[in-house]
């Protein structure tokens, strides 16, 4: 089963920032479109932003401006960048390609 390795979160202020990594271990990373999720506690698990092979990226309304998604196919790793962070981004991020099991994620607590 494949599954990728979240990492990069942690706590920060409101208004600040933080990175997460998606690592892969797998030969042909690039050929997949890539998302992140993220759960709140007591909340569904929602879709945060996603990239496809071609570097198309989309993303959640609630993150638009504030967030970025990139790929780095040489180190088969996608990153979210997320800035102007907010309390209501507390959650743990996940990220997923199609066909893969879901990983542990990684923590981003934000406070107020």
């Known amino acids: 089963q494949v599954q990728l390795v979240e990492s990069g979160g942690g706590l920060v202020q409101a208004g600040g920032s933080l990175r997460l990594s998606c690592a892969s271990s797998?030969?042909?990373?690039?050929?997949?479109?890539i998302t992140w999720y993220r759960q709140a506690p007591g909340k569904q698990r929602e879709m945060v932003a996603d990239i496809t092979r071609d570097y198309k990226t989309n993303y959640a309304d609630s993150v638009k401006g504030r967030f970025t998604i990139s790929r780095d196919n040489a180190k088969k790793r996608v990153y979210l960048q997320m800035n102007s962070l907010k309390p209501e981004d507390t959650a743990v991020y996940f990220c997923l390609r199609p066909g893969a099991v879901w990983g542990q994620g990684t923590q981003v607590t934000v406070s107020s």
């Open positions: 797998e030969t042909f990373f690039s050929i997949y479109d």
